[in-house]
């Protein structure tokens, strides 16, 4: 299948690209090769390139397999013609005794000549070079001379995501997500075509092939202008709420077991709130100017005084208590928690006044403001629930069997639409909800937690742990282009839009050398 989209560049190498092609080749019959594809090598040996079914594919059911033998099997797609732009493929290193390796090729004149950069299980290195005239030679990083390449981890057995972006002389590799180096070479300047490359006995399987070329510049979608460090905290963060009048954001430090409490204003932390389980959902009620926290270890709803952020209430009996959400109207706050339930909260009172049963654990969540109903994802079921609030019952199931793993979720009532983020395989799927059925599905960046809808600029965000913050454009109710991935840090996957202060924020786990910190981004 091959999907056609908008999308930007990732690291400022250049400034967008041209609507780009994705293959997934689950329209090729297996054992053939795709439509306009040619298996060839460079060097001596039999390649051989086939389409196959694979169960762990990232797009099911079908994968791209090299399973010959030769100096350098090489597969081109011939209908291509790109000077500047980018390439990107999922690639996962099956066997091989010899060599273990995946790269993509880019301005390829034939199975001679052309630039490749290439992951290496068994070295567990990524290297770029130029072939020219069948003779391989590795390129110097920028900034050092000599050497070979990078060291990285590229385990076997696990699909990895190799990019590349180029403009004039200038290379950019990226393996999942990470940027590794930059390089430069005025061998091969004119377009060329794309493709792909293993070595030797390398067994390899491909999915998700991915290329662009530059288009006429645009301006970023979202532009990073705040760094907020959060020293000593430790472990992946959970989810956000906002105090838009006192300027303060709220953050779920769930592997750390604090409520982080920041001043966006001033760019500082305020608060580091100790003594939580698990903090995972976030609440701010403006009056009475306090602050709810789920937690999942303990099950307990904590009610904090928003000024000394004391404890002035604890609900308790909400085992693995997760997301939360809050109906300005009825003044009822609900909670997804358990096996499976939603906790009807009186925000007056504090009482729980009545639980909703679902199929198992909910995820996200979404309440009409003009109707009834709560949209609620819950992926070990393989559905979204239809829940009515008033009569406190399930009214339908919308089956989520082609994308599973649904975990995110965003309404635009308007236009009844409702976003789904999808990680098996990464999608974003938008259902109507006025007749229950799908209308598009595009591809999205892996392991996404969370999706907001800008209704002003018609655009959805989407942060992914595979190390980027997707933006895609509503052309339409029912047309979705993916017009930017901004690339952030592996790991990197909750975040909080804010309508009222124009702002996105992005939770930034601690990770080797990389520390906690929230990063701001102003849409443009």
């Known amino acids: 299948m091959k999907t056609w989209m908008t999308v930007l560049l990732t690291t400022g190498l250049m400034a967008c690209v ?53 100096t350098y099997p090489v597969c081109i797609k ?23 390796a995946g790269g993509v090729l880019w301005r390829c004149k034939d199975a001679d000549n052309y630039y490749v950069a290439r992951a290496n299980a ?17 390129l110097d990083i920028v900034g050092r001379k000599g050497g070979y390449g990078v060291k990285e981890p590229v385990p076997s057995g696990t699909w990895h995501t190799l990019r590349v972006e180029f403009a004039g002389n200038k290379f950019t590799v990226i393996l999942n997500g990470k940027k590794l180096f930059d390089a ?13 490359w293993t070595k030797a006995d390398s067994v390899t399987l491909f999915d998700d092939f991915s290329y662009g070329s530059v288009a006429a510049a645009q301006p970023a979608t979202l532009k990073l202008i705040q760094t907020i460090p959060l020293p000593g905290v ?47 959902g976030v609440l701010y009620l403006a009056n009475p100017n306090q602050v709810g926290v789920a937690n999942g270890d303990d099950g307990t709803f904590k009610l904090l005084d928003g ?20 109906d300005p109207k009825a003044r009822m706050i609900y909670i997804g928690y358990g096996s499976g339930a939603l906790a009807v909260i009186d925000a007056a009172t504090m009482k729980q006044t009545g639980s909703i049963k679902l199929p198992a654990h909910p995820e996200s ?22 829940i009515d609030r008033e009569k406190q019952s399930v009214t339908a199931a919308w089956p989520m069997t082609e994308f599973q793993a649904n975990f995110p979720m965003a309404l635009d009532e308007v236009n009844h639409r409702l976003f789904i983020g999808c990680r098996k395989p990464a999608r974003l799927v938008v259902l109507d909800t006025t007749t229950a059925k799908p209308v598009t599905s595009i591809v999205i960046s892996e392991d996404t937690d969370d999706l907001f809808y800008d209704a002003t600029r018609k655009r959805l965000y989407l942060s992914c742990g595979e190390g980027y913050l997707d933006v895609v454009a509503q052309r339409d109710a029912d047309r979705y282009e993916r017009m930017e991935r901004v690339a952030t840090v592996p790991g990197a996957r909750t975040s909080f839009y804010s309508p009222q202060l124009d702002r996105l924020w992005l939770a930034v786990p601690q990770r080797s050398t990389q520390p906690a910190e929230i990063r701001t981004y102003q849409p443009e």
């Open 234 to 280: 430790t472990g992946r963060f959970d989810h956000f709420a906002i105090d838009a009048k006192g300027h303060r954001l709220f953050v779920a430090a769930l592997g750390n077991n604090t409520l982080e409490v920041v001043d966006i204003a001033a760019g500082k932390r305020l608060k580091s709130i100790a003594g939580l389980h698990k903090p995972t």
């Open 18 to 70: 041209s609507p780009a092609e994705t293959v997934n080749f689950e329209d090729t019959e297996v054992g053939k090769l795709p439509v306009h594809w040619t298996g060839a090598k460079t060097g001596e040996g039999e390649p051989k390139w086939a389409v196959v079914a694979d169960g762990s594919a990232p797009s099911q059911p079908n994968v791209l397999k090299q399973s010959g033998v030769a």
């Open 365 to 386: 969540f979404q309440l009409e403001s003009g109707g009834a109903r709560i949209f609620v994802n819950v992926p070990d079921a393989q559905q979204v629930a239809v």
């Open 307 to 326: 000024a000394s952020y004391d404890v002035v209430k604890s609900l308790s009996s909400l085992d693995d208590a997760d997301n939360v959400r809050f």
């Open 122 to 138: 068994n070295e567990d290195n990524v290297v770029l070079y130029k072939t020219v005239n069948g003779k391989r030679t590795a």
């Open 184 to 196: 430069q070479d005025d061998t091969f300047t004119d377009s060329g075509k794309v493709g792909l």
């Open 78 to 100: 011939e209908d291509t013609r790109i000077r500047d732009g980018y390439v990107e493929v999922k690639f996962k290193s099956v066997s091989g005794k010899e060599d273990q």
